[in-house]
């Protein structure tokens, strides 16, 4: 029953809440995670009016103590861990001349560092049992983005941590692969367009023009090849960064 039991960061909204409800609906126990516990609360709820089952957790997923405690609580309250799903993130862009010493590390900690001490506290419950399944969330900003040269910097990050610990933990049967997604109509890309001046649908259409599929990606578009990763079906697959972009990456 341990396999079915996942945590999911940055639940609250996005691609987390999508992937909550998702890996819900297929029959998984899930806690929601988020910064705060307002909108993990608002996911959680959602599973449990659909018939799931779910708890929703606060965490700071770039403090040690705050993941051990949750990973902890998640494992009494749920019966154990199988699965994790990592989305925390946020965004502080900035062009490199003008991107301060605290946008560049809180974005490192939330996202890099956040990845790591997720991963780590999970895999400490999936080696004795010998399963886990471990996605990480990157993004098609690894490949470079004007801007961003932090948060750029931490998905291509994520890539390589994600290909080392396939290779640590693939030994216990442990499988480890990321997304790494386009652009998604989200609550983080709204707010990008709100700091950057721009009306959202014409940051919308300009995107879409450039994605072979011409159209921008919704965030269980990405929920959907995350719980595919997370599920026995992908047995075979890790180490793997998979793009949901609606075209080539790479």
Request: proline share 3%; hydrophobic share 45%.
């Amino acid at each position: 029953m341990a396999e079915r039991v996942a945590i999911v960061t940055g639940a609250g909204r996005g691609i987390g809440a999508a992937t909550a409800r998702i890996l819900a609906a297929r029959g998984d126990r899930v806690a929601v995670w988020d910064l705060d516990i307002g909108p993990a609360e608002e996911t959680a709820a959602e599973i449990r009016a659909a018939g799931g089952e779910a708890i929703a957790l606060a965490c700071d997923v770039s403090r040690r103590d705050a993941v051990e405690a949750a990973v902890a609580q998640t494992v009494q309250a749920l019966g154990g861990l199988g699965v994790l799903v990592a989305c925390a993130g946020l965004t502080r862009d900035n062009l490199i001349h003008k991107m301060s010493e605290e946008d560049f590390d809180i974005v490192v900690a939330t996202h890099l560092k956040g990845s790591f001490l997720v991963a780590q506290a999970a895999q400490r419950h999936m080696v004795p049992q010998r399963y886990g399944k471990i996605v990480l969330t990157s993004s098609t900003s690894a490949l470079g983005n004007r801007g961003q040269a932090n948060y750029a910097a931490v998905k291509a990050g994520i890539q390589g941590l994600t290909r080392t610990l396939a290779i640590e933990l693939g030994p216990f049967g442990i499988n480890v692969n990321a997304v790494a997604p386009g652009f998604i109509e989200t609550r983080m890309t709204r707010q990008t367009a709100e700091r950057v001046g721009v009306d959202f649908e014409q940051m919308k259409a300009q995107a879409a023009a450039e994605i072979p599929l011409r159209r921008v990606g919704q965030p269980e578009e990405v929920g959907r090849v995350a719980a595919f990763l997370c599920s026995d079906d992908a047995s075979f697959v890790s180490g793997q960064v998979i793009y949901v972009a609606g075209g080539p990456r790479g």
